[in-house]
DNA sequence: GAGCTCTTCTTACC
DNA sequence: ACTGGTAAGAAGAGCTC
């Protein structure tokens, strides 16, 4: 009998003797390497039809029917093990409920489907997956500590003597410890990043790889100039004292493979490495033959295209894999500053430390040791950088993780929609609930058919500038109308009841009980932590990005309950309660509105849970406790905060129908601190040029209270733009290509410059930002029939820009709504200067 | 072919 | 296909006279 302490960090499952095994490889607190292995009970539900209808015996006949159940599936016999007999919930209804338990998880859906007896209503609980399944059944769950004990595995598993871990173990007993007694557990990371000749997957031929870990760094490489082999005559080596050469790019993967299991690291981590790092290192090796036996087991990394758009994942068997990409994009990507989600970008906002400046060049252009020299600490630094961003992301995939309770692998890769069920899922037991199946193929078919429900209110600004303005905000505004109101799919009512909660969606009423859901009362404890955090990041003194992402991450994952509720792929679909809920907000940002204003106030703006509201020369300390009168108003958890006191703010008209535009404004505070919303200052479709003229304009205007300085700015802006003073790099815009060229039925400017690249060989494959400027037309200046993309460039191809182009389309648009305000009609201002000059040739 | 509206497309806001 | 709806705005597509 072995004991001690265990935290799993990876899952995954095995057959044995026709049953299941779970096999966790996790460490102690001593830094051993573990293997856990263990097994429960597999089971499925059958909710019986309503109880009135069903006797006793009736039950039992149906009980020693489907015990009789055998199957022979591909060879592999299974059987109705027992079959038991439980009181439990479905979607809130209390139910009769048929525990089956069987050989195999695999079989669940043969016997599933063996299941067509009249009595049974629904079957439910074999779609969760196996490991997901143990960890519910045996509550060990991911990045948690346990006391365990067993025995040593011995030879009874096959190949378990040939596993790379200090001890294997099968599993006994175990006992959560306590998160405050818990070890502290210190993750051992390995960053890697490889660089290649050829972005296509195996392509070109990998010339390096970096490797990045605590107090550790290096990189393999076999290329090298003559003069850095020259440097190793003697007893000297390489300048770079990281730098390890092999002789050919077979013996770098081999290095590598050694290199990984040398460190032995709970997780292997790169940046975009399931779409490129892994899948060319597994090209390549195959390619020349050398096995890229990264796992513990011996095994090649696993790709299942079960990721996200197509993509693939890429598992590797003992070692988490982590592509910190995808962690960044479903919980970071909507609040951040980075246009795109380059690693250079993505480190700069995060780490303040960013890529090497180097251009990548094919091998064969590269001569002198030095230029080979730049190119290896390059690498370097990409790897450097990865192991940065987790470390700082570590915090936030352990709290999920913590949270969700599925394996980080999946919790790294997983969208918001997931992570909700997943989190829901995992919860069920303690509210006695069964889970609710995956739609079919054919439900997600009409789910998105549906017509859609009204969304939230936006206000129509009146446009000017405002002075003195209060903003205030519902906090965690639809999680909280859910929870507040009970919203969910098993709190939905087929008809009214009394003391029921009602909504109209689409037309019609929808009702929903007040016995609270499993749904709401998860959801609160997600708000609850959300509140705790945003409350650290307020208490915090210093600036942190990453406090910061962590209280929009839990944000996103309240919020994302929402949108779930909408979505055709999940479990828990319902969109009444999704619509009950907008048409909830609706009524209550209205009544809110009609509060403040009929106080004295007046609103201004409002999009969705916010209130921009002008303070009437009242102080600050009665419109808080004007916000506290409000919130004495507000049922359940809804609540109203400040968000800010402002100086001054500007409102703009649309570009069409001169009313006031949504979703566009700026704010400025006493400190001098901007908010821009939606102008195209913080639209990257548009040239850095207009993006910066607007902003300064936006400043200006906010701070002096009038345009006199930015009608002079402009000026001075255009007459450089004439003399064609400005940079090609500030006339540069860049697009999205958001799906494969051939499929765009209109053929704008950025496909025009994406189908350029195409011809010259440069990747722009979906997804990818695509650049060019607009060029002066060819033929006379100021023939302006061409269409746009007929004047397309890319940034390299050598053309003057279109002085009328940037001036009408790109310039003027982005100040002419902001002049508007001040009863400046800037074009004629301009044209005016115009016409005097042409008179002057 | 000028001038208009409609459609497509991208990106923002919350 | 991988949370929801609301909205602005550019440019091409297509229509009418």
């Given at each position: 009998?072995v004991k001690?302490?265990f935290i799993?960090l990876?899952?995954?499952n095995?057959d044995?003797n ?5 096999r ?11 293997c856990?292995?263990?097994?429960c ?8 039809k ?6 006793k015996e009736k039950?039992?006949s149906l009980?020693?029917?489907?015990k009789k159940i055998?199957?022979?599936?591909k060879g592999?016999k299974?059987?109705?093990?027992n079959?038991e007999?439980h009181e439990k ?5 209390s139910?009769k409920?048929l525990?089956?338990?069987?050989t195999?998880?695999?079989?669940l859906?043969g016997?599933?489907?063996e299941?067509d ?5 629904c079957?439910?609980g074999?779609?969760l997956?196996?490991?997901?399944h143990y960890i519910?059944?045996k509550?060990i769950?991911p990045l948690?500590w346990y006391?365990?004990?067993g025995e040593?595995?011995?030879?009874e ?5 040939n ?9 006994e007993?175990?006992k959560?410890i ?12 390995l960053s ?13 031929e990998?010339?390096?790889v970096?490797l990045?870990?605590e107090?550790f760094k290096k990189v ?5 100039s003559?003069s850095?082999?020259?440097?190793r005559v003697?007893?000297?080596?390489a300048?770079l004292d990281?730098?390890e050469?092999v002789k ?5 993967i081999?290095k590598f ?10 997780f292997?981590v790169g940046y975009?490495?399931d779409?490129f790092?892994?899948?060319y ?7 020349l ?9 011996g095994?090649?990394p696993?790709f299942?295209?079960?990721?996200v ?5 890429a598992?590797i068997?003992?070692v988490?894999?982590?592509d ?5 994009q ?9 246009e795109t989600?380059s690693?250079?970008?993505?480190s ?5 430390d960013?890529?090497?400046?180097f251009?990548i060049e094919?091998?064969s252009?590269i001569?002198t040791s030095?230029?080979?020299e730049?190119?290896?600490e390059?690498c370097?630094q990409d790897?450097?950088l990865?192991?940065?961003l987790?470390?700082?992301?570590w ?8 949270v969700?309770?599925e394996p980080?692998?999946?919790i ?10 997943d989190?829901l899922?995992h919860n069920?037991?303690r509210f006695?609930e ?6 079919t193929?054919?439900?997600i078919?009409s789910?998105?058919?549906?017509e859609?429900?009204v969304?939230a209110?936006?206000f129509?600004p009146?446009?000017g500038?405002?002075?003195?303005i209060?903003v ?5 505004f ?7 109101f009970?919203?969910?799919k098993?709190t939905?009512l087929k ?7 009602e909504?109209e969606?689409?037309?019609k ?7 609270p859901?499993?749904f709401?009362?998860?959801?609160k404890?997600?708000?609850?932590k959300?509140k705790?955090?945003k409350?650290?990041l307020a ?18 994952l309240?919020?994302a309950?929402?949108g779930?509720?909408?979505f055709?792929?999940?479990r828990y679909?319902c969109?009444e309660a999704s619509g009950?809920?907008?048409?909830i907000?609706?009524r209550f940002?209205?009544e809110?509105?009609d509060k403040?204003d009929?106080?004295?106030y007046?609103?201004?703006y409002?999009?969705?849970?916010s209130i921009?509201?002008?303070m ?8 808080l ?6 919130n ?5 958890i809804?609540?109203?905060e400040l968000?800010g ?10 570009r069409a129908?001169g009313?006031?535009a ?7 505070d ?5 908010k821009?919303?939606?102008f195209e200052t ?5 040239c850095p ?7 300064n304009?936006?400043?200006q205007?906010l701070?002096?209270g009038?345009?006199?300085q930015?009608l002079?700015y402009?000026k ?9 003073g400005?940079?090609?790099k500030?006339l540069?815009?860049k697009?999205?290509?958001q799906?494969p ?8 400017p950025?496909?025009?410059?994406a189908?350029k690249m195409k011809d010259?060989?440069l ?6 930002l695509?650049e060019?400027?607009i060029?002066e ?12 993309r ?6 390299g191809?050598p053309g ?6 940037y001036?009408?389309?790109q ?7 902001i002049f508007q305000v001040?009863?400046?009609?800037i074009?004629?201002v301009?044209d005016?200067?115009r016409?005097?000059?042409l008179?002057?040739?």
């Open positions: 009998m001690t302490d799993p990876d899952y995954d095995f044995f026709g049953k299941n095994y779970i966790m490889i996790g460490r102690n607190s001593k830094g051993k390497s573990l856990v292995i263990d097994t009970q597999v089971y499925l539900w059958a909710v019986l309503s109880p009135l209808a069903l006797s039950i039992n009980i020693e029917k489907i055998q199957l022979d599936i592999r299974t059987k109705v093990e079959v007999i919930k479905f979607l809130g209804r139910v409920a525990k089956i338990f069987a195999n998880y695999k079989d859906h016997i599933a489907s299941l007896f009249k009595e049974i209503e079957r439910r074999h779609d997956g196996f490991v997901t519910i059944e509550k769950s948690n006391e365990i004990s040593f595995a011995g030879a598993f096959q190949g378990i003597e596993l790379d871990v200090d001890s294997c173990i099968v599993l007993s175990s959560e306590p998160l405050e007694k818990a070890p502290n557990f210190k993750p051992k990371v890697y990043d490889i660089e290649t000749d050829g972005i296509k997957i195996g392509e070109g990998i010339l390096m970096s990045s870990g107090k393999i490489t076999w290329k090298k003559e850095v082999s020259n440097r003697g007893n000297k080596k300048v990281y730098v050469y050919d790019e077979a013996e770098l081999e493979v050694e290199s990984v299991k040398e460190f032995s690291p709970d292997l975009f490495s779409g790092d892994l899948p290192l597994r090209a390549r090796a195959q390619k033959g050398v096995p890229l036996a990264l796992g513990i087991d095994s090649q696993r299942s295209r079960s990721g758009r197509g993509g693939f994942t598992k068997s003992g988490v894999h982590i910190i990409l995808k962690f960044i479903t919980a970071y990507s909507q609040y951040m500053q980075s989600l690693l250079k970008e993505v700069k906002e995060f780490l303040g960013t890529k090497k400046d251009k094919h091998s252009k001569q030095k230029h080979w730049e190119y290896y390059y370097l790897s450097f990865t192991l940065g987790f470390e700082k992301m915090q936030d995939l352990l709290g999920f993780t913590h969700i309770q980080i692998f999946d790294s890769r997983n969208g918001m929609s997931s992570n909700v069920e989190f899922i069920l037991e006695n069964i889970p609710e199946k995956r739609p193929h054919d439900e078919g789910r998105r058919q549906r859609k429900y969304g209110f936006v129509e009146i446009p500038l405002y002075e003195n209060s205030f905000d519902f906090t965690s639809w999680p909280s109308i859910i929870v507040t009970n919203l969910s098993s939905l008809q009214k009841e009394k003391n029921s909660v909504a969606v689409l037309d009423k929808v009702y929903f009980t007040k016995t859901g499993f709401p009362e998860l959801l404890e997600i708000v609850l959300r705790q955090y409350k650290e208490q915090s003194k210093t600036q942190d990005a990453i406090k910061k992402a962590r209280s929009n991450a839990y944000k996103l309240a919020n309950s929402y779930y509720m909408g055709f792929g999940a679909y969109p009950a809920a907008t048409a907000s609706r940002i209205k809110t509105i403040i009929h106080a004295g007046k609103t201004i409002s999009d969705t849970d921009a509201l002008l009437n020369k009242r102080k600050e300390s009665q419109i406790k004007f916000l506290e009168k409000l004495s108003d507000l049922p359940g809804m609540e109203l968000e006191f402002f100086k001054r703010g500007i409102w703009v008209t649309k129908g009313i006031g949504k979703k566009k404004y700026a704010l400025i006493k400190k001098g601190k901007l821009i919303r939606g913080v639209r990257r479709d548009w040029l207009a993006r910066q003229v607007q902003n304009i936006i400043r205007v701070e002096d009038n345009e006199k930015s002079k402009v001075e802006i255009v007459k450089k733009i004439k003399q064609r400005v940079d090609k500030d540069i815009i697009t999205m290509l799906k060229l051939d499929e765009y039925k209109a053929i704008s950025h496909v025009i410059a189908r010259l060989g990747p722009s494959s979906v997804g990818s695509i060019y400027y060029s037309p060819a033929g006379v200046r100021g023939m302006k029939k061409a269409l746009v007929d004047r397309v460039k890319l940034p191809e003057e820009y279109d002085i009328d182009y001036l009408e389309h310039i003027l648009p982005a100040v002419e709504n001040f009863d400046v009609n074009k004629e301009l005016g200067k016409q005097t000059t008179g002057d040739f």
